[in-house]
């Protein structure tokens, strides 16, 4: 198993922003992680990468307990995320930006600039490595974050809505470029607003709610669960 997250709960204060969560992932496939917003999906994103230490629940990365790891030492592992809110070194160049997690896993930097090239022309970004990333349309600022993670030679990669505020053509260039990723060998757990992205993608999709999990299963299951409908749409909308 690639992940394996129990009983995973996450306060903050009085707010239980995640609430006794499990789920697996096997290695080689794309989970979705779905729900409204507020349901708790980077907090559950935070807790696995190592930003937040959980309140309770284990978390565990190719079999090794990683609970409570720090981010860098998962990263050195093979657990890389992007972020919701994308912060790129705005001032320094795309080659920059992605070299600097190229150095996860690199000592040297030529090796670590090689490295970073190879992902660029792997994500079709290299035409843009000297411009300056603050400077980059948002599709291209998102395709750099991914870029950054992968070039820290991820195992799994978490993906923190890397299509919001994209065009549906830019959507279907992301939807294209994840699953290249996954053909390539990464694991990926997947969050995501844009359903028809997140049903093309998913083998599995996880749905939460007010930090639980609401439903589980294949894409069709969950579209068609009673559960997912509500917690979208509201008790009207449930044909029974
Ligand atoms: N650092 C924090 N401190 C306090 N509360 C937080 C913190 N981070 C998240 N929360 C709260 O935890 C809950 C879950 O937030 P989270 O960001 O995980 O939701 P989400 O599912 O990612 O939402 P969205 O789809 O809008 O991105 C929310 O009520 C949020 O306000
Ligand atoms: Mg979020």
Sequence with gaps: MMLKVEGLTKEFGGLRAIDNLSLEIKAGGIMGLIGPNGAGKSTAFNCIAGVYAPTAGQIFFTGENISGKKP?????????RTFQIVKPFASKTVLYNV?????????????AEDKAMTVLKFLNLDDKKDILAGTLT???????EVARALATEPKLLLLDEVMAGLRPSEVDEVVEMIRKIRDSGVTILLI???MRAIMALSDRIVVI???KKISEGTPEQVANDPNVI?????DDYVVS
């Design 138 to 144: 948002i599709a291209d600022r998102k395709r750099l």
């Design 209 to 211: 709610q007010f930090g």
């Design 230 to 234: 509500k917690a979208y749409l509201g």
């Design 99 to 111: 070299t600097v997690g190229s150095f996860a896993t690199c000592k040297l930097r030529s090796e």
């Design 192 to 194: 995501e607003h844009i």
């Design 72 to 80: 860098w030492d998962l990263c050195k592992k093979g657990l890389a």
